[in-house]
């Protein structure tokens, strides 16, 4: 299995109501795999569509994953259709019906008939188990025009198709690839350019396979590599461990964890109190933080000091401070930190203030002119950058900064000198 | 034009580093216009790939879109698939070429020569300026099998592409389907569920076609009505009033508009001052507030009291009050909503407290839990709700909930009585 081709179905993807995400998931995961998607095709809840669209994806690639369209309703039809393709019969699977009823017993809920459908199974289909939902998806094996090909079904509900391709699609696909074993590992960073990470990287091309992902405001980078069992875990182990050496101060954190869980962790870890005092970044950091289940336990507070009273009456910060540098400005981000933190009694007090535009820019402090501070009973820092973007994009990277300013005060780390350009 | 198929192409959207949000936005817009889109192909920047999405899609679609791969580099590849599958040449189109040398005048760059590949546009089509980039994109009239086909290519960057639809592709469409005239309006509403809408409103589809969308927290009905240009217009008129009176409070504005960018424009027609105070919702009220520019002339401050001490020292919350009432109580959400407004001398002051889980459920309090508080000169109230979902949910849905209370005290109306499942 060299190659896949998706499918995602539903009316309400090609309407324009929703996006696909789901597409992008799989994408991901097979390429941890080494896996080449060469294609997607999304189609409304049609079968002559669906069974279009899946004859096509069956031509190109060896691999066709299908979301969506399993479920109870006339206009769930990817099962019929890949019977019709596949030209197989559809049999009545006891045990996925079995399993339903069951489901429906356990809530005390009356089934609906219709909710036998999804025990409708294309004959020499394996059962992929929804270990969420009651519609189970299925794989199976056909030959294409004399080549081997595989088609697995999975239902659109994202949470449900996500568990699936975790715990049943890929460890399949790994076992299919007989002699050849993947191990992969994701490094989420933040402070270099998709172009600066990929210079900084790309020399180990010919040792793994690196592939990057932009979820602002980090950027990871998945290594993945190929070989036998142990050789390929040994491999991945020497290859991250250059990889956490390049990146250095910009490596947040390896797996999924974002930025704001990292700092959490960290904070409730070593039993550490976060204030908050936000100007330009309008509560973003609080709600970033507050994100995080647990948050209560080392936030205590968040001041947003949007306008100039506030920040001097709540947080303290000297009124004529604010007059000689102007509200934008190194002293006044670190007064606010300063401030914040001794009104709530927090061990680390940070800071924001800017211009988030469109409009706002004074004399040397154009669009964008942000400054991030941060007060312990240690230390006092306070700093300026210069972003580019829109309004959302500078609170974004804003944010960002001063969780980052944050994560490396309790590493000891110096903070991040400057922004790379998006 | 009836029908049509959209093509996406980027190595970054079928690597999953990107979703394809251009797609959503074509099918939107075509649906107002009554064009049912039939499917999506997300292809990568390879050539042979392209040509096999734009074959597939000209079968059975009268029109044909794509985004991406219109740039100047070697792998933006859409006008050279489009030549070859149309057997068109490809011509070097002067004007283009003339207005592509001026941006980079204008920016006093030196202009790459690869940029000129932008240039080449298939021999018959008809170049659709791009108001912001350099890639222009381009409308093709071809016969496909004998059937009367267009292909409509547009860059893949979303400001471009969407400003292009709306100024091009939309108004050269509808005035290619002659005899037909097409008006649309869009309704943005909040507190009914997408069923309960459709229940609402599904008896006059027989006279404007309906098309919801969920963009959480808001949901949108958009009405279309296709006929004779002045009769049209006057259904359309008789239909919106019919649609304004059933959604009653629900109808928070018409157009594009999201709940804070009406509230904010409620507040500054009215010179009034808002304060908030948060808990569960943790700072996502005022960064969406702030999202809105020009939010610094009526938000005065947003306290996150993420714990009790800052309650009631900063907002001056009786300790009293949380020990007999709770934190997450009526009255305790009354006591902060009062007590920032004082803090800060604003109009109105807004709080919320509750329980946004996955932890944290007390006795006769189960996760979802929320209170909503709203003081002013001349009224105090203060409501509890019972919301299902997420952690990330429960904060969304309150926020929105906090602000449509500012938008219904605004305009005179009680606040939201139930709120309707997901």
Redesign the interface.
């Known amino acids: 299995v060299r190659t896949a081709f998706l499918i995602s179905s539903g009316d309400e993807?090609?309407?324009?109501?929703?996006?696909?995400?789901n597409?992008?998931?799989?994408?991901?995961?097979l390429?941890s795999l080494g896996i080449?998607?060469?294609?997607?095709?999304?189609?409304?809840d049609?079968q002559l569509?669906l069974e279009?669209?899946f004859a096509?994806a069956l031509e190109?690639a060896d691999l066709v994953i299908s979301s969506g369209g399993l479920g109870p309703t006339s206009d769930d039809l990817t099962t019929d259709a890949i019977a019709q393709v596949a030209g197989r019969r559809l049999l009545f699977d006891e045990e996925v019906a079995a399993r339903i009823r069951g489901i429906f017993a356990a809530l005390g809920r009356e089934m609906p008939e219709n909710n036998l459908r999804q025990a409708r199974i294309p004959e020499g289909a394996v059962v992929i188990p929804n270990p969420i939902g009651t519609a189970p998806g299925f794989r199976l094996r056909l030959s294409w025009n004399g080549k081997h090909r595989h088609i697995v079904a999975l239902p659109g509900v994202p949470r449900e198709m996500t568990a699936m391709v975790k715990e049943s699609v890929v460890p399949w696909l790994a076992a299919e690839m007989p002699g050849e074993h993947f191990c992969s590992r994701v490094f989420q960073t933040f402070g270099l350019t998709e172009s600066g990470l990929s210079e900084l990287l790309d020399d180990l091309s010919g040792r793994a396979r690196l592939?990057?992902?932009?979820n602002f405001p980090e950027i990871s980078v998945r290594v993945t590599v190929r070989g036998e069992e142990t050789e390929a875990a040994d491999r991945l182990e020497q290859v991250s461990k250059i990889v956490r050496h390049r990146l250095g101060p910009h490596l947040i954190g390896e797996g999924e964890e974002k930025m704001e869980e990292v700092v959490g962790r960290m904070l409730a870890e070593r039993g550490l109190k976060l204030a908050?005092a936000?100007s330009?970044?309008?509560?973003?950091?609080?709600?970033?933080?507050?994100?995080v289940?647990?948050?209560?336990g080392y936030?205590?507070?968040?001041?947003?000091?949007?306008?100039d009273?506030?920040k001097t009456?709540?947080l303290g910060v000297p009124r004529t401070l604010i007059s000689s540098r102007g509200a934008v400005s190194e002293e006044v981000a670190e007064a606010m930190a300063a401030g914040v933190r001794t009104?709530?009694?927090a061990d680390i007090g940070v800071a924001t203030t800017g211009i988030?535009?469109?409009?706002?820019e004074r004399p040397g402090k154009p669009v964008g002119t942000v400054c991030v501070a941060l007060v312990t009973s240690a230390v006092s820092r306070s700093k300026r950058y210069q972003l580019r973007g829109s309004?959302?994009w500078i609170?974004l990277f804003t944010s960002q900064i001063a969780l980052d300013w944050v994560r490396r005060w309790v590493l000891g780390l110096e903070p991040l000198e400057v922004v790379g350009r998006r």
């Open positions: 993807l090609v309407a324009g109501r929703t996006v696909d995400t597409s992008g998931f799989i994408a991901e995961q390429a080449d998607v060469l294609g997607i095709t999304v189609t409304g049609d569509r279009w669209a096509g190109v592939s990057y992902r932009a908050v936000e330009c970044t309008g509560g973003l950091i609080g709600h970033r933080i507050t994100n289940p647990g948050s209560s936030l205590l507070a968040d001041v947003v000091a949007y306008c009273a506030v009456q709540v009104l709530v009694g988030a535009g469109p409009h706002g309004r959302e609170k």
